[in-house]
């Protein structure tokens, strides 16, 4: 499924936070992947897999695009039918 089809639900997240680098994009849904800038703050690196595989579960996908210091933009699509 691709987000441009029709019959999705989309839900978009969008921040103006610090961005994640691009050698680290394909890692964030890792299970346990903490990112480089991540070391001061709390948590286990399960937030993202959590939130892939359910999406998963139901039958939709997560895409991510974001640009250091620029932000990033979380695009979720789950099919309607």
Request: charged share 25%; net charge positive.
């Amino acid at each position: 499924m691709s987000l441009r089809e029709y019959n999705n639900a989309l839900i978009i997240i969008k921040d103006n936070g610090q961005g994640i680098e691009e050698s680290e994009l394909e890692h964030i849904f890792d299970r346990f992947y903490r990112g480089s800038k991540a070391d001061k703050v709390f948590g286990a690196g399960l937030g993202l897999a959590i939130a892939k595989a359910t999406i998963g579960i139901h039958k939709g996908v997560i895409q991510v695009k974001s640009k250091p210091k620029m932000g990033s933009t979380f695009t979720i699509a789950l099919p309607l039918t």
